[in-house]
């Protein structure tokens, strides 16, 4: 079953505006990582926050995770036509472990020059 | 470096027939990631190697469905007796050894199956 789901599914904006996309998952992670996929093919890891982590930033993105409710979201700021990809939220189970990354079903974010 | 590979990029193969997809993975990492994405879909865990212990194959959806670890680098998945439900990207990651809990996987580009 799906441990993170995406929200909203589809987010549609105009460059330069920032895109939001929320996850929220149901057990106690270790960690919570965002991907990009490009075109249905290979991901790319983005960011990832580990629990005792409240907001952490990379370049144009910014992720929170909030435990209590269980929930993270991602944020790019100053929004690109080359940021229109799928957006994933995935969540590490196990400190350490080898337990498979969790995936949610992803944001389809498209951004119109 | 070089990143995953996967063999073949796309696959058409028609029902029933068996299937062989590869994956590379960058060299020197020990834990390795089937997955599977189904149109508009997440992705779905399938199995999962670690170095030389025992395969996780908790995610593999039928008995049709096997993986093998060649040597601690490549993987095959097969999937014998293909059906039409079988068609999707079929995803494979690597990983380096974990230091410090670090989980970030690398994705290979993917081999899309399509069963007729």
């Known amino acids: 079953s799906q441990q993170g789901e995406e929200d909203p599914q589809a987010l549609s904006i105009q460059e330069g505006e920032n895109a939001t996309m929320n996850c929220s998952y149901k057990t106690s992670i270790n960690n919570l990582q965002w991907y990009r996929q490009n075109s249905g093919r290979g991901l790319v890891h983005l960011i990832l926050?580990?629990?005792?982590?409240r907001e952490k930033h990379s370049g144009r993105l910014r992720v929170t995770l909030d435990t209590s409710k269980k929930s993270s979201s991602l944020l790019i700021t100053a929004s690109r036509a080359a940021d229109t990809a799928s957006y994933f939220c995935?969540?590490?189970?196990?400190?350490?472990?080898?337990?498979?990354?969790?995936f949610g079903k992803g944001t389809r974010l498209s951004v119109i020059a | 470096g070089a990143g995953v590979s996967q063999s073949p990029s796309n696959k058409v193969t028609e029902k029933g027939k068996d299937v062989e997809l590869r994956c590379d993975p960058i060299?020197?990492?020990?834990?390795l990631y089937w997955y599977r994405q189904s149109l508009g879909q997440g992705l779905e865990f399938l199995i999962y190697?670690?170095?030389?212990?025992?395969?996780?194959k908790s995610g593999l959806p039928s008995d049709r469905f096997s993986a093998e670890r060649t040597g601690g680098s490549v993987s095959t998945l097969t999937i014998q007796r293909t059906q039409q439900e079988d068609s999707a990207v079929y995803l494979c990651?690597?990983?380096?050894?974990?230091?410090?809990?670090?989980?970030?996987?690398?994705f290979g580009p993917g081999t899309r199956l399509l069963v007729l």
């Open positions: 990651a690597s990983r380096p050894r974990l230091a410090g809990g670090w989980e970030t996987q690398y």
């Open positions: 060299s020197g990492h020990t834990a």
């Open positions: 190697f670690q170095g030389n212990s025992a395969p996780d």
């Open positions: 995935a969540t590490a189970r196990v400190l350490g472990g080898n337990t498979p990354l969790v």
């Open positions: 926050i580990r629990s005792n982590e």
